[in-house]
């Protein structure tokens, strides 16, 4: 069994379109969180969820919405798609949130998104 | 604001050398270090976690080192695989933040 799922793998979209990703993990962990990495390999964080509730937004348009239905699952939608979104985002998962804490993160495959 | 920086971007060996990739942070005040491998087209695999108090994490052929003061790590693979040939990224952890990822190092191990 995947411990952390996104689907879809592969993502090829016009420019100004909406589109969804979906991440779901069974680890039974508490908090959850979207990177981007772009066209240089360089992975950045989006936004971290603990137990359904936005802990972490770091600076990313409003055009990106996670929403988070339980703690299993963070969905990323984009609306007015831009070329320059077209980057491998990956959703990733950990027990805790917290500093302190030498928890590991789990990593999804990816999502590949291109924005034409 | 955290920079993590890798040294150096890509790596090429034969098999069965030993082999060191450095991983450099501005702030030291971070709780843990993480180093993951990438594979082309796929996500991040957790190698190896050293906490703030460690020095050092080993797991099979790979060692990683911590010096929290200078704000440097290592990642040590002993005897290179080919099956070794990866992108290694290092991550450091601050607080309450996430994870702050270097670019990484490319490492080619031929046959």
């Known amino acids: 069994d995947t411990a952390v799922s996104q689907t879809p793998k592969y993502l090829v979209t016009q420019m100004g379109n909406d589109k969804s990703i979906k991440c779901e993990q069974n680890?039974?962990?508490?908090?959850m969180y979207w990177y981007k990495q772009d066209s240089k390999k360089f992975l950045k964080i989006m936004f971290s969820y603990n137990n359904k509730e936005l802990i972490i937004n770091e600076t990313v348009p409003n055009r990106f919405s996670p929403k988070s239905p339980d703690k299993a699952h963070l969905n990323l939608h984009i609306n007015s798609l831009e070329l320059g979104d077209s980057a491998v985002y990956f959703c990733?998962?950990?027990?805790?949130?917290?500093?302190?804490?030498?928890?590991?993160?789990?990593f999804g495959p990816g999502t590949r998104l291109l924005v034409l | 604001k955290q920079e993590v920086t890798q040294i150096p971007a890509a790596l090429s060996v034969p098999e069965g050398e030993n082999l060191v990739l450095n991983c450099s942070f501005t702030d030291s005040a971070i709780y843990n270090l993480q180093w993951f491998r990438q594979d082309p087209g796929k996500g991040l695999t957790s190698l190896l976690l050293i906490q703030s108090s460690q020095r050092e994490q080993t797991s099979g052929r790979l060692n990683a080192s911590l010096d929290k003061s200078s704000g440097r790590s290592t990642l040590y693979i002993a005897a290179s695989q080919p099956g070794d040939s990866a992108t290694y990224l290092c991550?450091?952890?601050?607080?309450?933040?996430?994870?702050?990822f270097g670019k990484g190092t490319m490492l080619l191990v031929s046959p």
């Open positions: 991550a450091v952890r601050l607080g309450y933040s996430t994870l702050t």
């Open positions: 680890l039974g962990h508490d908090t």
């Open positions: 990733a998962s950990s027990p805790l949130a917290g500093g302190g804490l030498g928890e590991t993160q789990y």
